[in-house]
């Protein structure tokens, strides 16, 4: 990227950390229109400030519901340059896949978001990057898609991935047991749900608490 555009994606990026989300659409898209007078309209450099747009358009704003349809359509712009542009193996394109996927899974459709999801986790792998990131959105999506056996080597592997580096956060552990659950993997899914619980203590919201502990007993009730 050319200087001027490199401080226009860092100004937008620092309005989103801010939350001021008004004034990083304008600054992303003063940043888009840069970028396509400089390097044309299919240009790679185009793919940042597009997906900063995108971001700036849904990611925690007021009007996230009413902006769902403008993220979706500048993230699948940012996609297409990025599998025109980019080698099969490069992290842009997972973060574009990624992004992408997750936003259609967010706007109701977990079937396709699977397909982005899962692509992007290919391209990370390829490209040795770290795919703990990935798996999260993904293992949710697959669960909604009502897919928990596809799920659960993902979950697994989460799983594994988290504790290795540190004790799994509760967001995991919930996702994690549940695809474990949802799955058929009763013991791997006790012991996950009973570490949620530990690690969730009394302070937490009760209804969530209640819900793993609902879990639980099921699991215990012999199968028919």
């Not at 801010?18 to 229109?33: H, K, L, P």
């Not at 185009?46 to 009007?63: C, D, F, H, Y």
């Not at 996927?101 to 490209?127: Q, T």
């Not at 009973?194 to 012999?222: H, M, S």
Request: charged share 25%; hydrophobic share 45%.
């Amino acid at each position: 990227m050319t200087d001027a555009l490199s401080a226009l994606v860092e100004d937008g990026e620092s309005r989103l950390y801010d939350g001021d989300y008004a004034g990083a659409r304008r600054i992303f898209e003063e940043a888009v229109a840069h970028a396509e007078r400089t390097h044309g309209e299919r240009a790679k450099e185009l793919i940042v400030p597009l997906m900063g747009l995108a971001r700036a358009s849904g990611e925690n704003n007021a009007t996230a519901c009413a902006q769902m349809e403008r993220e979706l359509e500048v993230q699948a712009r940012a996609l297409a340059i990025a599998e025109a542009a980019l080698p099969e193996d490069d992290l842009l394109l997972a973060e574009c896949l990624h992004a992408h996927g997750v936003s259609v899974w967010a706007n109701g459709e977990p079937s396709r978001a699977v397909e982005l999801l899962l692509r992007a986790l290919d391209v990370v792998k390829r490209a040795g990057g770290d795919a703990h990131g990935y798996l999260g959105p993904l293992v949710g999506a697959l669960l909604d898609a009502k897919r928990a056996a596809d799920a659960l080597p993902h979950a697994q592997e989460l799983l594994r991935l988290e504790d290795a580096s540190s004790p799994a956060d509760l967001t995991t552990l919930f996702i994690v047991g549940q695809a474990f659950r949802d799955a058929g993997a009763t013991a791997e899914a006790k012991s996950v749900l009973e570490r949620f619980l530990v690690a969730f203590g009394e302070d937490g919201n009760p209804a969530i608490r209640d819900e793993v502990v609902a879990w639980l007993k099921a699991l215990d009730v012999p199968a028919s």
